[in-house]
């Protein structure tokens, strides 16, 4: 009970951190000034929209379930580790290991230009994640709301994160002989 209530102050402590961060550097316009403000700024408010969008999921009742009697996060009927799931991870394991070769034959045999490449290669990555958070890390038992709230903030870093180094990665190319 005790590290639960520590866990939950701590997620609004960090909450409010990441609003009142967020609030400051649009207040002072020092959001535009440099690519580390706005990199700050967007990653403030995600944790706050996170924090809060959590706390707001695990203690507003009608959030926390999902249009029946037991709470979201309550476990399934059919507990995810059964003998009934083991043909579903077989097959899981056999669709990953042949995307996994597909990868690497496209790795060493180049069928298209290096942009192409690349976005297939990365499709075919994302392709593996989510059947791997969907199966193994039974995303697919949870409530949607939850898996919202943790999906679209993590979309939303890698997207920050993808504007943050792509320009030094368009400098390196230009500092090449």
Known sequence: MLLSLIGYLFCLALGAWGFVTTG??????AITATLDNLFLALFAALMGVTCFGYLAWRFYPALATSGTAAPAFALPEDP????????????????????????????????????????????????????????????QFDNK?????????????????????????FRLVDLRP
């Open 145 to 169: 709301l939850l898996a919202l709230i943790v999906v679209i903030p993590a979309v939303g870093c890698i997207l920050i994160m993808c504007g943050y180094f792509f320009p030094d990665s």
């Open 24 to 29: 400051q550097l649009l207040a002072s316009g």
């Open 80 to 139: 995810p580790y059964t003998d009934a799931h083991l043909p579903l991870f077989n097959k899981i394991w056999i669709g990953l290991l042949v995307l996994t070769a597909i990868e690497v034959v496209l790795a060493y045999v180049q069928i298209a230009g290096l942009l192409i490449m690349l976005g297939i290669l990365l499709v075919l990555s994302l392709v593996k994640a989510g059947m791997i958070m969907s199966t193994f890390m039974h995303l």
